[in-house]
């Protein structure tokens, strides 16, 4: 007996409704990120480990999935290393190219790349799926979608007023009203490490901040005093835990807190300019908060941070983030190149969509009607009727075979077609059509402009 087939762990398979789902998600994001000048641009599945390997740090490179040469791969591998099986030594000799593990990478790839023929700023949004070797479990997958949209070559804080017009005007149009778009600025949270004195352990202070909402105040203090932060530099920076209210009354308090610090004072004039844009030009449905424990990307981002989080009524992480960047392509040889950009979550996205019930009918795309068939003259008939359908856009399809109505009728309910239609030779002689309701199971005799009028 034949084994059954399994897919690889870590991937998925996606039914029709599912794709369709997803789909309508794509084209919603896509829909406005054209509407605010982004290009779409599409960069291969796999790159050359150098481009990927050693931008990700040692863990991020371990999770690389690598591609076998192809060909007599081990026809070149040093024999001291083959013999003593060292597999370090041995991947750089067997293996040249490597499946993309984000799209960020490829993109400052692509930039330099392209120097000459792009016109900066350059606008993009790139939607394509990428790889992680990273052990599976529910919610992580070894293959997922990135969905991110980005502005290179320009320093202007509109960029970033932008990009938060662009969260809201996206999840306004999937009818996910509610959502939360957090922002912090690096600059506030260097300015936080200097006020204490301790510059050094900039890494080590706000990654124990950025977890106050998990552990609380006590165990982001025990995790600071862990790494070495010294109980008066702490106590220095005690007022943050209390930061309350809406976006100026924290910003008064942040002023407080980084008056004697010019970096942290920059962050805030960078802040209070998206704050005054924003408030000039009322988001829809979204609120922007101001989270100066937001620490996300703490290694590349040198300004704006931004955090999306879903509707209060869901428990969900976010559901989108981003930030600025100063050097993305410097990595190339392409410095001072200095850009912002955010991404969506598209897997959490759907599952919220899901959970609220706001996916609309038309998400999932399916015929709209089917016509039964009883023969190979009547056959004949509908499928004229089917291809005029189909030419004013109306997704319509005949059954193939002329099988007992019964089965042709079950047919049309798994699917969850809304009209059936039957022409026999009454119908024929009199050119038309009864076509069949088959959510209230209503049933008139109509003609083909009748049955379009109905339908449509």
């Known amino acids: 007996m034949a084994q059954k087939p399994t897919i690889p762990k870590g991937t998925r398979d996606f039914s029709p409704v599912e794709v369709s789902k997803r789909n309508y998600i794509f084209s919603t994001i896509k829909s406005q990120f054209q509407k605010f000048g982004f290009q779409p641009i599409e960069t291969p599945s796999f790159e050359n480990s150098d481009t990927l390997m050693g931008k990700y740090g040692e863990e991020g490179d371990r999770l690389i999935f690598k591609i076998l040469n192809s060909g007599d791969f081990l026809k070149k591998v040093n024999d001291d290393a083959f013999a003593e099986k060292n597999s370090q030594a041995i991947t750089p000799q067997i293996s040249e190219k490597a499946l993309r593990y984000d799209l960020t990478v490829p993109f400052a790839r692509y930039v330099v790349q392209h120097q000459n023929d792009i016109e900066f700023p350059f606008k993009r949004y790139q939607i394509q799926p990428v790889w992680r070797a990273d052990r599976p479990q529910k919610g992580r997958f070894r293959e997922f979608y990135q969905c991110d949209a980005d502005v290179v070559g320009s320093d202007s804080l509109w960029q970033e007023v932008e990009f938060v017009q662009l969260y809201d005007a996206v999840f306004t149009a999937l009818g996910l009203e509610g959502v939360t778009i957090k922002i912090n600025n690096r600059k506030i949270l260097s300015g936080f490490a200097e006020v204490i004195g301790e510059s050094d352990k900039l890494?080590?202070?706000?990654?124990?901040?950025?977890?106050?909402?998990?552990?609380?105040?006590?165990?982001?203090?025990?995790?600071?005093?862990?790494?070495?932060?010294?109980?008066?530099?702490?106590?220095?920076?005690?007022?943050?835990?209390?930061?309350?209210?809406?976006?100026?009354?924290?910003?008064?308090?942040?002023?407080?807190?980084?008056?004697?610090?010019?970096?942290?004072?920059?962050?805030?004039?960078?802040?209070?300019?998206?704050?005054?844009?924003?408030?000039?030009?009322?988001?829809?449905?979204?609120?922007?908060?101001?989270?100066?424990?937001?620490?996300?990307?703490?290694?590349?981002?040198?300004?704006?941070?931004?955090?999306?989080?879903?509707?209060?009524?869901?428990?969900?992480?976010?559901?989108?983030?981003?930030?600025?960047?100063?050097?993305?392509?410097?990595?190339?040889?392409?410095?001072?190149?200095?850009?912002?950009?955010?991404?969506?979550?598209?897997?959490?996205?759907?599952?919220?969509?899901?959970?609220?019930?706001?996916?609309?009918?038309?998400?999932?795309?399916?015929?709209?009607?089917?016509?039964?068939?009883?023969?190979?003259?009547?056959?004949?008939?509908?499928?004229?009727?089917?291809?005029?359908?189909?030419?004013?856009?109306?997704?319509?399809?005949?059954?193939?075979?002329?099988?007992?109505?019964?089965?042709?009728?079950?047919?049309?309910?798994?699917?969850?077609?809304?009209?059936?239609?039957?022409?026999?030779?009454?119908?024929?002689?009199?050119?038309?059509?009864?076509?069949?309701?088959?959510?209230?199971?209503e049933q008139s005799t109509v003609t083909l402009e009748e049955m379009l009028n109905t339908i449509k």
Do not use: C, W
Request: charged share 25%; net charge negative.
């Open 203 to 441: 890494i080590d202070f706000t990654v124990a901040l950025d977890k106050l909402d998990k552990i609380g105040e006590e165990g982001v203090i025990k995790e600071m005093q862990a790494k070495g932060i010294s109980a008066e530099a702490i106590k220095t920076i005690t007022p943050i835990f209390s930061l309350t209210g809406d976006f100026s009354t924290k910003i008064e308090g942040l002023k407080a807190i980084l008056n004697s610090s010019e970096e942290g004072k920059k962050g805030i004039e960078e802040l209070e300019f998206i704050q005054r844009a924003i408030e000039a030009m009322p988001l829809k449905t979204a609120k922007l908060d101001l989270d100066v424990t937001l620490a996300r990307g703490l290694n590349y981002y040198t300004g704006a941070i931004f955090e999306v989080a879903a509707p209060k009524n869901v428990k969900m992480g976010s559901i989108g983030g981003g930030g600025r960047y100063d050097d993305l392509t410097g990595i190339f040889g392409l410095k001072n190149m200095s850009g912002v950009g955010i991404s969506f979550g598209l897997d959490r996205i759907y599952l919220v969509l899901e959970e609220l019930g706001l996916f609309p009918a038309s998400a999932e795309a399916n015929t709209q009607i089917i016509f039964i068939n009883f023969g190979e003259k009547e056959a004949l008939y509908v499928m004229k009727a089917v291809r005029e359908l189909r030419n004013q856009n109306v997704a319509a399809e005949m059954y193939p075979d002329a099988a007992k109505m019964k089965k042709q009728m079950n047919h049309a309910n798994k699917r969850n077609i809304p009209f059936v239609v039957l022409a026999g030779t009454k119908e024929m002689e009199e050119e038309t059509f009864t076509l069949k309701n088959m959510v209230s199971g």
